[in-house]
């Protein structure tokens, strides 16, 4: 169906305005705290690594394969647990995952070898996965295309969140508890930080309905409205593919695998890896590293926003993606060069943070204008999948590269160059199918 027929924001009716202004606020400020606590536990490593190295005798490549491991739990389990949410519902999977994952993340206090190191960061993986492209494909069942990217930024800001509230919370908690009750700073780390993946997996069976129909916070005309809305959205993508089989033998989902992959190989060696950028930088004080880290999050933060609502407003996916990912390539690459200048690290990164994780939320918009149900939980879960094996290799590359060569630099410029060849994959993506 041609773009013009979707609907505009002067077309609109005031009722589905409000409808939707009404579910966005249900939804999107619990859901983007549930991806706050999760994004925190993944990446708080990054800042345990500035103590618990010495202690535990790793190296830096060690460290790197640790960090990594995550990332295969993650992908072994990740299209299997997305299958399961879409069989049991949103609000049993999600507060599963949740409170696994948090329990996980505060035992990581107890590791005393590499080997227990491992076997953690593994299963902490494997308790997460499902819970990113299980929110994406759930959120296709509240909202329509047409609205999706703002939607999803709005979501996905808690990414970025984690950092601005993460980085200096966990500088604060290593430089505040460090021993306190015999106990070093990065051990209180991951037992303060894991206790509200817990408390938000409770409250989830009380705050997330499985679908429009359990939401008791919607009346029957709002919930025949809503309806309607999707229904219409469904006819537009008439096209759509619904199997299992449509989604996982989809050449379009393994590209969209191989463009995040490409972001996640940048976003990780930032969220992992920019605590001891700043320390290279010649910060030591384990508070400042933390508000430091903090400034490109809050950069990031503001290009989901702008991205994802331009993105919307325009009708428009590819460029919105392919102009951000050869910016922030450019950032990423420069940032090589000024590895002892703090004022030039924090600008470059902040740079390549706003466009690389602004266009994420554009990104995941894709699979769902040409996947449905079935099709798309497991589309998102594969995508997902493929793209996180991105952890393994950019913790792993960031870390063999530090011992070997003594700078992160070659992994940099790998990860831009992957982000340059991934435009090439964004342009062979239909604009026709995409730009709704």
Same mark, same amino acid.
């Not at 997305?82 to 107890?110: F, Q």
């Not at 960061?121 to 296709?140: I, K, N």
């Not at 200048?341 to 466009?355: G, K, Q, R």
């Given at each position: 169906?041609?773009?013009?027929?979707?609907?505009?924001?002067?077309?609109?009716?005031?009722?589905?305005?409000?409808?939707?202004?009404?579910?966005?606020?249900?939804?999107?400020?619990?859901?983007?705290?549930?991806?706050?606590?999760?994004?925190?536990?993944?990446?708080?490593?990054?800042?345990?690594?500035l103590q618990m190295l010495d202690q535990l005798h790793l190296s830096e490549t060690a460290f790197g394969l640790g960090a990594g491991l995550f990332f295969v739990g993650y992908i072994l389990?990740?299209?299997?647990?997305?299958?399961?949410?879409?069989?049991?519902?949103?609000?049993?999977?999600?507060?599963?995952?949740?409170?696994?994952?948090?329990?996980?993340?505060?035992?990581?206090?107890?590791?005393?070898?590499?080997?227990?190191?491992?076997?953690?960061?593994?299963? #902490?993986?494997?308790?997460?996965?499902? !819970? #990113?492209?299980?929110?994406?494909?759930?959120?296709?069942?509240?909202?329509?295309?047409?609205?999706?990217?703002? +939607? +999803?930024?709005?979501?996905?800001i808690g990414l970025p969140l984690s950092s601005v509230i993460g980085g200096p919370l966990s500088g604060w908690i290593m430089g505040n508890f460090d021993h306190a009750a015999n106990l070093r700073g990065w051990q209180w780390l991951f037992l303060i930080e894991g206790v509200p993946s817990v408390l938000l997996g409770i409250l989830t069976f009380w705050a997330l309905p499985n679908n429009p129909t359990e939401a008791k916070w919607l009346d029957d005309s709002e919930k025949r409205l809503l309806e309607g809305e999707l229904r219409l959205d469904e006819a537009d993508g008439k096209d759509s593919k619904h199997s299992f089989r449509d989604g996982f033998f989809n050449l379009k989902v393994w590209m969209l695998g191989g463009i995040d992959f490409s972001i996640l190989l940048s976003a990780y060696a930032m969220g992992f890896w920019m605590p001891t950028f700043i320390r290279n930088a010649g910060v030591v004080d384990t508070f400042h590293i933390g508000m430091l880290t903090a400034l490109p999050s809050i950069a990031a933060l503001l290009g989901m926003l702008l991205i994802g609502a331009s993105s919307d407003r325009h009708?428009?996916?590819?460029?919105?993606?392919?102009?951000?990912?050869? +910016?922030?390539?450019? $950032?990423?690459?420069?940032?090589?060069?000024?590895?002892?200048?703090? %004022?030039?690290?924090?600008?470059?990164?902040?740079?390549?943070?706003?466009?690389? %994780?602004?266009?994420?939320?554009?990104?995941?918009?894709?699979?769902?204008?040409?996947?449905?149900?079935?099709?798309?939980?497991?589309? !998102?879960?594969?995508?997902?999948?493929?793209?996180? =094996?991105?952890?393994?290799?950019?913790?792993?590359?960031?870390? =063999? $590269?530090?011992d070997v060569t003594g700078s992160s630099a070659g992994a940099m410029w790998f990860f831009a160059g992957c982000l340059i060849l991934s435009s090439l994959l964004v342009v062979a993506l239909p604009a026709k199918l995409v730009n709704r």
């Open positions: 169906m041609p773009i013009a027929n979707a609907p505009t924001a002067t077309t609109v009716a005031d009722p589905i305005q409000a409808l939707y202004r009404k579910i966005t606020w249900k939804l999107i400020p619990f859901l983007c705290f549930c991806y706050l606590a999760a994004y925190l536990d993944r990446i708080n490593i990054g800042f345990a690594k389990f990740e299209v299997p647990s997305n299958l399961v949410l879409e069989k049991v519902g949103a609000k049993i999977w999600i507060a599963r995952i949740m409170i696994t994952w948090g329990l996980l993340s505060a035992c990581t206090m107890l590791v005393t070898s590499s080997t227990q190191f491992y076997i953690l960061r593994f299963l #902490l993986g494997a308790a997460e996965a499902g !819970f #990113l492209p299980g929110v994406l494909f759930y959120l296709t069942t509240w909202f329509p295309t047409y609205r999706r990217g703002r +939607i +999803i930024a709005l979501f996905m009708r428009e996916r590819r460029w919105h993606i392919i102009v951000p990912f050869l +910016i922030g390539s450019a $950032a990423m690459a420069c940032s090589t060069l000024f590895t002892h200048n703090l %004022i030039a690290t924090v600008a470059l990164f902040a740079i390549a943070s706003a466009a690389i %994780i602004g266009a994420v939320p554009v990104f995941f918009s894709l699979p769902a204008t040409f996947l449905k149900g079935r099709a798309a939980a497991t589309g !998102f879960a594969l995508a997902c999948s493929l793209a996180n =094996i991105a952890g393994l290799v950019s913790n792993s590359l960031m870390g =063999i $590269a530090i």
